[in-house]
């Protein structure tokens, strides 16, 4: 079992920064492939960020060259550096796990909202 806690959201003024942590539980936390999702009021959750074991990174391309998606497995912790946001970023940022290498995510985090003010 994989248990995920997700902090840094907030309120920030359009044109600002965050970044938002996802701590890890687990043995085997540098071999999970880790992603962030956010979900907007009225929207569907959609895809952000991904990272895998190797470091490979993937972006969706509304945010590509303003966040930067990381992970520090020392410290079983994943991150997303935002930067430029504009209030359309405005959501529940929620970070994901796939433990098995299935492709799959199987664990989410409970959410950390982010609100982005014009």
């Known amino acids: 079992q994989v248990q995920l806690v997700e902090s840094g959201g907030g309120l920030v003024q359009a044109g600002g920064s965050l970044r938002l942590s996802c701590a890890a539980s687990?043995?085997?936390?540098?071999?999970?492939?880790l992603g962030w999702f956010r979900q907007a009021p009225g929207k569907e959750r959609e895809f952000v960020a991904a990272?895998?074991?190797?470091?490979?990174?993937r972006y969706t391309d509304s945010v590509k060259g303003r966040f930067t998606i990381s992970r520090d497995n020392a410290k079983n912790t994943m991150y997303l550096q935002m930067n430029s946001l504009k209030p359309e970023d405005t959501a529940v940022y929620y970070c994901?796990?796939?433990?098995?290498?299935?492709?799959?995510?199987?664990?989410w985090g409970q959410g950390t909202q982010v609100t982005v003010s014009s």
């Open positions: 994901a796990a796939d433990d098995s290498g299935s492709g799959a995510y199987s664990f």
């Open positions: 687990g043995r085997t936390f540098s071999s999970y492939r």
């Open positions: 990272i895998g074991w190797t470091g490979i990174t």
